[in-house]
């Protein structure tokens, strides 16, 4: 057996001894079946491409299936094809000669240094999309060095040439595991139906390794061949239906409908008269109701059809209903009809503690009669927290939580797996491409379903892991997830362990951010955490202080998310803080009007507004924190921004002077009407400034007061509007520009139709009052005739 499934049998690279290798396989399954099976399953369980299939990533996949010469990555991307210009000035005279693609072709003969060094320095000017074709030539006095023509390759054509290269290695690798592992199922397929008796007995184990390769992206087309011919070794005349049952399973099995299609073109054909076609399970059902008419499908056919109660992983509820109503249906469940074995259990398991009430209570009945001690192998349940389907990652949360419960000993070990699985998942994947997260968020979900069975002794492990790893998950979903697990064990313990894990949030908190994004998701989540046991503390402890000072202390950090969990934490602390309100509010309004930094005025303001919520809006008015902000938007703050926006205005970069303008706006868009007047003078000051960069930047200002609120900007048009008419006189085009733009600002935030109707004709006639002036009244007097009938109009209508 070894030579026939080794280098010198089987894997060889000649296809005559490939064949060879499987031909005497078959020959020997007729022969001493039980031997040879057992030989090869071993082999077949431990072969390295079989594991090494299995450890593929999608971009190993996404390589495998890129064309050689081709970067994965140039994989759909189209690749503009350059063309010559027509109307590109080319070389005239004798140089000129083309070839059939067009190429610039110079005949030796004629080319002389000069002209080589002219090709040299201005190929793009001259000969744009042109290919030039040179061979070396020995002139009459020197040699010359043709190569500096040749075009050399740049960095990026290098590192492409690297990178192709590595891909190359890696399309071989997977290319190698696709041919090795194509051949061991082909030679299963034939050693099958060498001896189709002995194989039937065989199917739920050999079925075991064809079916996860049926959703392959390598080797799913050899496991379907071999999945044909297991079928046609079930029991007689359920065999005639290989094709619709091998075809169903893989349906199942890769959960893609394109699949049938393909596969089993026929059943998307009509017949002649426009019928639809017998489909694919009517014919199937057909043939098990053929086969069963004589009496029950024998154990090993029907395990093969209905392998592992797949269906309860199915993504529908239908699906999951029906399969578990059909096992309820099967005579003597529990003797052994169906195999007593931790997969099947694993799978009733799961379908016990499912989303769906109504699922749950089936799979219920179907436990009962199974009669089997589920254990403490939760091998499956770890498997099925990675699921593609969100419901099976759910009720696998569920029933490892119910299995622990039942065996609390298991506990330590089934998180230390856990948090392994999880550096396995946060490991997979590409630079761009993360592959584990749903992996990682089947562990956040278990570690929120478990908090309910944790012990004492296991919080610190768990807390520790979510602070040193989950809550700097690059996936926002899992994140969340990994912060709702953390707050639901504290809710559920906090409580009776405030001293064991108080200090743990406050060592994180006092640490030094290594790297700014990570630091601040986590210090973000350990916020969160350490409000959500403050809410466990009596309302005298002394700890209530310590977390709060903590607290304030944080919302320094310049991070708005980190801002906002403080905010929320503060609010349910203030009833022990009664006391000290006065002195609280003081502290973050003198923070907030005075601290040099932008970052810390902004954690004060988030601090300020925690705190009232949790004292109540009545201590707005109590602690005259509405007077203390009324004053200081009164403030002169505005005023002494102005000079220096209006110097960013006439900046000489662009990015600045944009700047500038988004800043405008958004500080004319919060001003009040008290603001309007302290504004509005200094700006028409600036209009009569002998400078005219002054006049301009002066000029932008006023157009950014159109963000103002429309209540304020009704006020301040009288003034604006004529002092903008003075400015499009004036003697510099740039002011008299930034003139017609300003009123064009105004001009636009009129919502009344009647009167936004006429601003273009009226701003025509501001800009230009020599040709546009007379027209610009006539319109003005058409339509205010039309709204003075129309007033008559109403007025007709109105009682006497």
């Keep these: 057996m070894k030579g026939l499934l080794g280098s010198k049998g089987l894997l060889n690279s000649n296809y005559f001894e490939q064949e060879a290798a499987i031909n005497t396989l078959s020959t020997l399954m007729s ?129 492409r040439e690297l990178q192709l290269k590595e891909e190359g290695c890696i399309r071989e690798r997977v290319m190698s595991i696709q041919q090795n592992i194509s051949l061991m199922l082909k030679a299963l397929g034939e050693m099958a139906i060498a001896n189709p008796i002995f194989t039937h007995s065989q199917l739920p184990s050999s079925v075991k390794y064809v079916n996860p390769l049926l959703r392959s992206p390598v080797v799913g087309d050899a496991a379907f061949e071999t999945l044909m011919k297991l079928s046609k070794c079930t029991v007689d005349p359920l065999c005639n239906w290989s094709l619709e049952i091998a075809t169903a399973l893989r349906l199942i099995a890769t959960e893609e409908t394109s699949v049938l299609w393909e596969l089993f073109p026929s059943i998307a054909e009509g017949e002649d008269n426009g019928a639809p076609s017998v489909g694919l399970f009517e014919r199937l059902v057909s043939g098990l109701t053929i086969s069963c008419k004589s009496g029950p499908l024998p154990v090993d056919s029907f395990t093969f059809i209905f392998p592992a109660l797949y269906g309860v992983y199915a993504k529908d509820i239908h699906v999951r209903m029906a399969c578990l109503n059909a096992v309820k249906c099967i005579p003597a469940v529990s003797n052994c009809s169906i195999p007593q074995n931790v997969e099947v259990a694993t799978s009733i398991w799961l379908a016990l503690h499912d989303t769906e009430k109504s699922v749950a209570e089936v799979a219920e009945d179907v436990w009962d009669c199974y009669r089997y001690d589920f254990g403490t192998d939760y091998t499956g349940l770890f498997k099925a927290l990675s699921h593609v389907n969100y419901n099976v990652r759910v009720a696998a949360a569920e029933a490892l939580a119910a299995a622990l419960d039942e065996n609390p000993d298991t506990i330590q070990e089934s998180l230390s797996t856990l948090f392994s699985l999880y550096l396995r998942d946060a490991g997979s994947g590409g630079e761009n491409i993360d592959g584990g997260w749903l992996g990682r968020q089947g562990i956040a979900l278990a570690l929120l379903c478990v908090a309910d069975v944790l012990r004492t002794k296991d919080l610190p492990v768990v807390i520790t892991f979510l602070i040193s790893r989950a809550l700097a998950d690059p996936n926002a979903d899992v994140r969340g997830r990994m912060v709702d697990a953390g707050i639901t064990i504290i809710d559920k313990h906090g409580r009776d362990n405030v001293s064991l894990l108080f200090p743990i949030f406050e060592n994180y908190l006092n640490k030094k951010a290594s790297d700014e994004e990570k630091y601040d998701l986590v210090r ?73 930094k932008y970052g810390e005025r902004r954690g004060a303001a988030f601090g300020l507004a925690g705190v009232v919520k949790g004292f109540g809006i009545s201590c ?141 004709t009226l701003l025509m006639g501001l800009t230009d009052p020599n040709d546009y002036t007379k027209y610009s009244l006539d319109i003005l007097l058409q339509s205010t005739e039309g709204l003075g009938k129309g007033v008559q109009k109403q007025r007709r209508k109105l009682p006497k």
Aim: glycine letters at 4%; hydrophobic letters at 40%; one cysteine or more.
């Design 31 to 159: 022969i001493v079946p039980g031997d040879i099976y057992a030989q090869f399953e071993k082999h077949f369980i431990n072969l390295p491409d079989r594991i090494a299939h299995d450890t593929l990533s999608e971009i190993d996949i996404q390589i495998f299936r890129t064309p050689e010469g081709m970067l994965s990555t140039e994989q759909g991307v189209y690749v503009a094809e350059s063309v010559a210009p027509k109307n590109v000035r080319q070389a005239k005279g004798r140089f000129r000669v083309y070839d059939d693609n067009d190429s610039l072709v110079i005949p030796c003969e004629f080319v002389s240094k000069k002209h080589i060094d002219v090709c040299t320095l201005v190929p793009n000017k001259y000969m744009h999309g042109l290919r030039i074709r040179l061979a070396p030539i020995i002139l009459q006095d020197e040699m010359y060095p043709i190569k500096r023509l040749l075009k050399t390759k740049t960095a990026k054509e290098e590192a």
């Design 524 to 596: 973000e989540g350990v916020v969160i955490f350490t409000g959500a046991l403050a809410k466990h503390l009596s309302k005298g402890d002394p700890k209530v202080h310590a977390v709060v000072e903590k607290l304030l202390d944080v919302l320094n950090t310049p991070s708005e998310a980190v801002q906002r969990a403080v905010s929320s934490c503060l609010s349910p602390l203030m009833q022990s803080k009664q006391e000290e309100a006065a002195a609280l509010i003081s502290r973050l309004l003198d923070q907030l009007m005075k601290s040099d």
């Design 620 to 760: 707005l008015k109590k602690y005259n924190v509405m007077t203390a902000l009324r004053d200081g938007l009164l403030d002169r703050y505005v005023i002494q921004m102005l000079p220096l926006l209006l110097v960013s205005f006439s900046d000489q970069v662009v990015a600045v002077r944009d700047a500038a303008e988004g800043a405008a706006r958004a500080m004319m868009s919060q001003l009040s009407a008290q603001g309007v007047k302290l504004v509005l003078p200094s700006l028409l000051k600036g209009l009569e400034d002998k400078a005219w960069r002054t006049k301009q930047s002066s000029v932008q200002l006023l157009g950014a007061m159109a963000y103002c609120a429309p209540q304020q900007l009704s006020q301040c048009l009288p003034k604006i509007v004529p002092k903008l008419t003075e400015v499009l006189t004036d003697t510099h085009p740039k002011v008299q520009s930034a003139g017609q733009t300003a009123l064009q600002q105004v001009g636009s935030v009129i919502k009344n139709p009647e009167i936004s109707a006429l601003v273009p």
